[in-house]
């Protein structure tokens, strides 16, 4: 079982900055693409960016110049640097990933709140 264990949320004033981390319990060469995936209240949740095995970040609109995904190998992390922070970005951010072994296994983490004031 994959465990994905995030940390880094937080309270933010817009135009602030954090860094949020995505610790799995397993070599992340053993899983496919990883990504972070955001809900705001009333919401669907929805793609913030991803990054594959080979380190090809993809974004969505609404974060593309300001937030960048980057993964450390050696230490099984994923991270989401995000800067120019608006309160639209208020949301609980998740970690996922997933793995094919013949079938499709899918892992999310628990979540962790970014909330930005105005």
């Known amino acids: 079982q994959v465990q994905l264990v995030e940390s880094g949320g937080g309270l933010v004033q817009a135009g602030g900055s954090l860094r949020l981390s995505c610790a799995a319990s397993v070599s992340i060469f053993r899983l496919n693409d990883m990504g972070w995936f955001r809900q705001a209240p009333g919401k669907q949740r929805e793609l913030v960016a991803t990054?594959?095995?080979?380190?090809?970040?993809n974004y969505a609109d609404s974060v593309k110049g300001r937030f960048t995904i980057s993964r450390d190998n050696a230490k099984n992390t994923v991270y989401l640097q995000m800067n120019s922070l608006k309160p639209d970005d208020t949301a609980v951010y998740y970690c996922h990933a997933y793995r094919v072994d013949g079938i499709l296994y899918d892992y999310w983490g628990q979540g962790t709140q970014v909330t930005v004031s105005s």
């Open positions: 990054i594959t095995r080979s380190g090809s970040a």
